[in-house]
C-alpha cells in the first residue's frame, strides 16, 4: 500500500455516519476523515448542509464548507420519507460512529436519539455536538460561535480597551470539533477493549468555557476583572508588539528571567535594566508595561525591523513578524516541509495543507469535497434493502 491509501491510515474500515451542518461537527468528521475513516455525511436534498451557502470565495465553493467536508461522501436523503429513513438505518447497521448536530430534541423526533440508537445497536459510538448542552435553561437557545464566545466571555477579553472584537476564527466551533473528534477516537479505543460503543456529548460552550481556564482562574483569585489587551498578552510582558525606526512593528515574547537579562544585554545593550526595581520580575514588568514599552521602542528606533529581528534571533529571543493571511500562506516553513497538498473539489483542483499530526510512513487522505449528493445513488446500490412502508 502507498502512504496515500486510505488502506494505510489508522481508522481504515471505520465507517461514521454524520448528520451535520455548519461547521463544529463537520470539522470534527474531518478530522476522521484524514486518518482514512468513511465519512458519510447525510445532507437535506435540494439545499444540503447550509455552510455550503456561507459564501463563494473558493471558486464559487463556501470556504468553510471546502475547509470542514473535504474527504466526505455526500448522501442527500429525506428523512422524513419512510424509504430514506429506512436507508439512514441500514447505513447506521453497519456505521461504528454516529455524530449529529441538530437543534436539540430533533434527533430524538427522528428515532435518532443516543439511547435508542444503543438500544438497537450496542457497538455504535454516538456523539451529539450542542450550543448549551442538553440540559439547564440555554438548552434550547440557538448557539452560533460568535454568541457561545460572549457568553463563555471571551469577547471580553478580546479586542482593546472599549472596544470588544471577535477572534479573527469561530473558536467555539473549532474548540467543540476537536473535543468530539478526540472523544469518538477514545470511544473507539475502548471499544476495542470492551466490545461496547458509547454516547457522547459535547456543547460549543463546555468546549469553549474549557480553553478559558486561564482568564477564569485569574479573575476568581487576582482581585480584579481582566480587560482587553489587544494584541499584547494580558499577564507577560514584555510579550507583544513594538515599534522600529522603519515604523514596522516586531511581536517579542520573553518568558522567564534569564531570556529577560538576555533581552536587556545582548539586544537594548541597557544591562542595569536587569536589576531595575520596576522591572526585575514579570509581575513588576507588566505592571510597568507602559514605561517597559516606551524604553524597548526607544531601542528598536535605531534599526529596522528587519535588523531587530535579526538581534532577536542572534540572541535566541522569541520574536514573529506580522503577516497578512496571504503571506502566511506563502510562509517558507510551509514551503521547506512540503506541506501542501492538493485535493479535488466540484470547483476543480484547491491546494491544503496537510493535518498537523504527522505519521511516519503515512500520509493524510485529503480527499475530495463532495457535491451535494454526488454519492447518494451509489450509497442507495450499497444497502439496498426492503423499502419501508
Given at each position: 500500500?502507498?502512504?496515500?491509501?486510505?488502506?494505510?491510515?489508522?481508522?481504515?474500515?471505520?465507517?461514521?455516519?454524520?448528520?451535520?451542518?455548519?461547521?463544529?461537527?463537520?470539522?470534527?468528521?474531518?478530522?476522521?476523515?484524514?486518518?482514512?475513516?468513511?465519512?458519510?455525511?447525510?445532507?437535506?436534498?435540494?439545499?444540503?448542509?447550509?455552510?455550503?451557502?456561507?459564501?463563494?470565495?473558493?471558486?464559487?465553493?463556501?470556504?468553510?464548507?471546502?475547509?470542514?467536508?473535504?474527504?466526505?461522501?455526500?448522501?442527500?436523503?429525506?428523512?422524513?420519507?419512510?424509504?430514506?429513513?429506512?436507508?439512514?438505518?441500514?447505513?447506521?447497521?453497519?456505521?461504528?460512529?454516529?455524530?449529529?448536530?441538530?437543534?436539540?430534541?430533533?434527533?430524538?423526533?427522528?428515532?435518532?436519539?443516543?439511547?435508542?440508537?444503543?438500544?438497537?445497536?450496542?457497538?455504535?459510538?454516538?456523539?451529539?455536538?450542542?450550543?448549551?448542552?442538553?440540559?439547564?435553561?440555554?438548552?434550547?437557545?440557538?448557539?452560533?460561535?460568535?454568541?457561545?464566545?460572549?457568553?463563555?466571555?471571551?469577547?471580553?477579553?478580546?479586542?482593546?480597551?472599549?472596544?470588544?472584537?471577535?477572534?479573527?476564527?469561530?473558536?467555539?466551533?473549532?474548540?467543540?470539533?476537536?473535543?468530539?473528534?478526540?472523544?469518538?477516537?477514545?470511544?473507539?479505543?475502548?471499544?476495542?477493549?470492551?466490545?461496547?460503543?458509547?454516547?457522547?456529548?459535547?456543547?460549543?460552550?463546555?468546549?469553549?468555557?474549557?480553553?478559558?481556564?486561564?482568564?477564569?482562574?485569574?479573575?476568581?483569585?487576582?482581585?480584579?476583572?481582566?480587560a482587553p489587551s489587544g494584541a499584547r498578552h494580558p499577564s507577560i510582558s514584555p510579550y507583544g508588539h513594538y515599534g522600529c525606526g522603519d515604523g514596522a512593528r516586531v511581536f517579542l515574547s520573553v518568558q522567564n528571567e534569564r531570556e529577560?537579562?538576555?533581552?536587556?544585554?545582548?539586544?537594548?545593550?541597557?544591562?542595569?535594566?536587569?536589576?531595575?526595581?520596576?522591572?526585575?520580575?514579570?509581575?513588576?514588568?507588566?505592571?510597568?508595561?507602559?514605561?517597559?514599552?516606551?524604553?524597548?521602542?526607544?531601542?528598536?528606533?535605531?534599526?529596522?525591523?528587519?535588523?531587530?529581528?535579526?538581534?532577536?534571533?542572534?540572541?535566541?529571543?522569541?520574536?514573529?513578524?506580522?503577516?497578512?493571511?496571504?503571506?502566511?500562506?506563502?510562509?517558507?516553513?510551509?514551503?521547506?516541509?512540503?506541506?501542501?497538498?492538493?485535493?479535488?473539489?466540484?470547483?476543480?483542483?484547491?491546494?491544503?495543507?496537510?493535518?498537523?499530526?504527522?505519521?511516519?510512513?503515512?500520509?493524510?487522505?485529503?480527499?475530495?469535497?463532495?457535491?451535494?449528493?454526488?454519492?447518494?445513488?451509489?450509497?442507495?446500490?450499497?444497502?439496498?434493502?426492503?423499502r419501508a412502508g
Open positions: 500500500m502507498s502512504p496515500q491509501d486510505p488502506r494505510a491510515l489508522p481508522l481504515r474500515g471505520i465507517t461514521v455516519v454524520a448528520l451535520e451542518q455548519a461547521v463544529a461537527a463537520p470539522f470534527a468528521t474531518r478530522q476522521l476523515a484524514d486518518l482514512g475513516a468513511r465519512v458519510i455525511k447525510i445532507e437535506r436534498p435540494g439545499s444540503g448542509d447550509f455552510a455550503r451557502g456561507y459564501d463563494r470565495r473558493v471558486k464559487g465553493l463556501s470556504a468553510y464548507f471546502v475547509w470542514c467536508n473535504r474527504g466526505k461522501e455526500s448522501a442527500a436523503l429525506d428523512l422524513k420519507d419512510a424509504a430514506d429513513h429506512a436507508l439512514l438505518e441500514r447505513i447506521l447497521a453497519r456505521a461504528d460512529v454516529f455524530v449529529q448536530n441538530l437543534a436539540p430534541g430533533a434527533a430524538e423526533r427522528l428515532g435518532l436519539g443516543a439511547a435508542a440508537l444503543h438500544a438497537r445497536h450496542p457497538r455504535l459510538i454516538t456523539c451529539d455536538v450542542s450550543g448549551y448542552g442538553t440540559e439547564g435553561p440555554y438548552r434550547d437557545r440557538k448557539a452560533y460561535d460568535l454568541l457561545v464566545q460572549c457568553e463563555t466571555g471571551l469577547v471580553s477579553i478580546t479586542g482593546s480597551p472599549g472596544a470588544p472584537a471577535r477572534p479573527g476564527i469561530s473558536v467555539a466551533d473549532i474548540a467543540g470539533g476537536m473535543y468530539a473528534y478526540t472523544g469518538i477516537l477514545t470511544a473507539l479505543y475502548e471499544r476495542e477493549l470492551t466490545g461496547r460503543g458509547a454516547q457522547l456529548s459535547v456543547s460549543l460552550f463546555d468546549a469553549l468555557a474549557e480553553w478559558m481556564g486561564h482568564p477564569y482562574y485569574a479573575e476568581a483569585y487576582g482581585g480584579e476583572p481582566l529577560w537579562a538576555v533581552l536587556c544585554t545582548r539586544v537594548l545593550r541597557r544591562p542595569e535594566l536587569v536589576d531595575d526595581p520596576r522591572f526585575t520580575d514579570n509581575p513588576a514588568r507588566h505592571a510597568h508595561d507602559e514605561k517597559l514599552t516606551a524604553v524597548i521602542e526607544e531601542c528598536f528606533a535605531a534599526h529596522t525591523a528587519d535588523g531587530v529581528l535579526a538581534l532577536l534571533d542572534a540572541a535566541g529571543i522569541a520574536a514573529a513578524r506580522l503577516r497578512s493571511v496571504a503571506e502566511s500562506t506563502a510562509h517558507p516553513q510551509f514551503a521547506a516541509r512540503d506541506r501542501w497538498r492538493s485535493f479535488d473539489s466540484p470547483a476543480g483542483p484547491l491546494r491544503g495543507l496537510l493535518p498537523p499530526v504527522t505519521v511516519a510512513g503515512r500520509e493524510a487522505a485529503m480527499g475530495a469535497v463532495p457535491a451535494l449528493g454526488a454519492h447518494t445513488a451509489a450509497i442507495r446500490a450499497e444497502f439496498a434493502g426492503p
